[in-house]
T-cell receptor, first 112, second 115 residues
Framework: KAGVTQTPRYLIKTRGQQVTLSCSPISGHRSVSWYQQTPGQGLQFLFEYFSETQRNKGNFPGRFSGRQFSNSRSEMNVSTLELGDSALYLC???????????FGSGTRLTIV | AQTVTQSQPEMSVQEAETVTLSCTYDTSESDYYLFWYKQPPSRQMILVIRQEAYKQQNATENRFSVNFQKAAKSFSLKISDSQLGDAAMYFCAYRPIQGAQKLVFGQGTRLTINP
């Protein structure tokens, strides 16, 4: 069974640009969550989508947004990029959360 | 707000020996899930073991076991017969059953295995 697929694996952008990251969950998983990982702040929750609806949102500015499609694939978008947005962005999918979450390998975003 | 604390930024152990990683958490909830995740240099977070707070029995997965002390809000991970492939960052995580369906992570413990 295929795992969680995140694309691209690496991305370099300049300040002020916007970026879209993609996540394809495990087949049958309807919940997709996004996390930001940085050396200073650790792993922080961005948002969670379930059946195309945002169920939960973390404490991030409105520049961070996301969506989920009918096939459960999810995208997150960051507009007006700042240097501090440089991070590893991880996507996780689950069936219901009780059994745990399966993570992708992440997208390493570097802002220059 | 729920918080998770891992007080050991780094640990090292000799191959084949046993090591215990510590984790404490703070919550006012009575029902929740606890997880240990492993993150090797490949970056992918891998679920090692999970515990449901309403179960008193400590979870075990092969060489990995936990010591769950609900009253003390402690959730330590024991790795027996350590192998070189166990070297990674280990994260303890909490998720409430009710409310926001999100994982709250600790800061992580970097585990080194010495051959």
């Amino acid at each position: 069974k295929a795992g969680v697929t995140q694309t691209p694996r690496y991305l370099i952008k300049t300040r002020g640009q916007q970026v879209t990251l993609s996540c394809s969950p495990i087949s049958g998983h309807r919940s997709v969550s996004w996390y930001q990982q940085t050396p200073g702040q650790g792993l922080q929750f961005l948002f969670e989508y379930f059946s195309e609806t945002q169920r939960n949102k973390g404490n991030f500015p409105g520049r961070f947004s996301g969506r989920q499609f009918s096939n459960s694939r999810s995208e997150m978008n960051v507009s007006t990029l700042e240097l501090g947005d440089s991070a590893l962005y991880l996507c996780a999918s689950s069936f219901g959360g009780r059994e745990g979450y399966t993570f992708g390998s992440g997208t390493r975003l570097t802002i220059v | 707000a729920q918080t998770v604390t891992q007080s050991q930024p780094e640990m090292s152990v000799q191959e084949a020996e046993t090591v215990t990683l510590s984790c404490t958490y703070d919550t006012s909830e009575s029902d929740y899930y606890l997880f240990w995740y492993k993150q090797p240099p490949s970056r992918q977070m891998i679920l090692v073991i999970r515990q449901e707070a309403y179960k008193q029995q400590n979870a075990t997965e092969n060489r990995f076991s936990v010591n769950f002390q609900k009253a003390a809000k402690s959730f330590s991970l024991k790795i027996s017969d350590s192998q070189l492939g166990d070297a990674a960052m280990y994260f303890c995580a909490y998720r409430p059953i009710q409310g926001a369906q999100k994982l709250v992570f600790g800061q992580g413990t970097r585990l080194t295995i010495n051959p």
